[in-house]
T-cell receptor
Framework: DAGVIQSPRHEVTEMGQEVTLRCKPI?????LFWYRQTMMRGLELLIY????????DSGMPEDRFSAKMPNASFSTLKIQPSEPRDSAVYFC????????????FGPGTRLLVL | GENVEQHPSTLSVQEGDSAVIKCTYS??????FPWYKQELGKGPQLIID?????GEKKDQRIAVTLNKTAKHFSLHITETQPEDSAVYFC???????????FGQGTRLTINP
């Protein structure tokens, strides 16, 4: 298996622009997690899905952030409008229903908002 | 909710020596404690985990210990090698939350 795939790997954008991050989980996995990593706040969970349904979005910072999972093999995290404080590395992770705690992370998307 | 504290934030050891990283958690209901290793430019990868029904688990040069009473757990790496240099994260979860809460991470440097 190719593992969790994220795109783009790097994104540089200007403040106010819309940013869309993409994730393809491991085939057959039931859970999908979006994390944000910064020096100040470490690794924080933003939202997670179970069988394509959002379960907990309490970590989403504000209404500028939205996430969707239209099918079992694709998810997006969108920031609109982006701000410099959104600069971070965004990770997607997936796991099986049985053993959801064992999460497999993608390589991450490094986002820089100027 | 759960809170996980991790120490130290940076650790430098000589190749061949041992390294120990410690974490404490706040929620006594937490029962699963994984450790992740993050190499430069990559996502975190699970290296070892422990559940609350055991006190210690080993896998070659790495081991994890858990003290439920004190609510702390530790990662031990013996005979360290240059490839052990990375950032290590601990985490905790409980059955009801269905999410991992991560510590702040420890940057481990192995000096040749």
């Amino acid at each position: 298996d190719a593992g969790v795939i994220q795109s783009p790997r790097h994104e540089v954008t200007e403040m106010g622009q819309e940013v869309t991050l993409r994730c393809k989980p491991i085939s057959g996995h039931d859970y999908l997690f979006w994390y944000r990593q910064t020096m100040m706040r470490g690794l924080e969970l933003l939202i997670y899905f179970n069988n394509n349904v959002p379960i907990d979005d309490s970590g989403m910072p504000e209404d500028r952030f939205s996430a969707k999972m239209p099918n079992a093999s694709f998810s997006t995290l969108k920031i609109q409008p982006s701000e410099p404080r959104d600069s971070a590395v965004y990770f997607c992770a997936s796991s099986l229903y049985r053993g959801w705690e064992t999460q497999y992370f993608g390589p991450g998307t490094r986002l820089l908002v100027l | 909710g759960e809170n996980v504290e991790q120490h130290p934030s940076t650790l430098s050891v000589q190749e061949g020596d041992s390294a120990v990283i410690k974490c404490t958690y706040s929620d006594s209901a937490s029962n699963y404690f994984p450790w992740y290793k993050q190499e430069l430019g990559k996502g975190p990868q699970l290296i070892i985990d422990i559940r609350s029904n055991v006190g210690e688990k080993k896998d070659q040069r790495i081991a994890v210990t858990l003290n439920k009473t004190a609510k702390h757990f530790s990662l031990h790496i013996t005979e360290t090698q240059p490839e052990d240099s990375a950032v290590y994260f601990c985490a905790a979860s409980n059955p009801g939350a269905q999410k991992l809460v991560f510590g702040q991470g420890t940057r481990l440097t192995i000096n040749p």
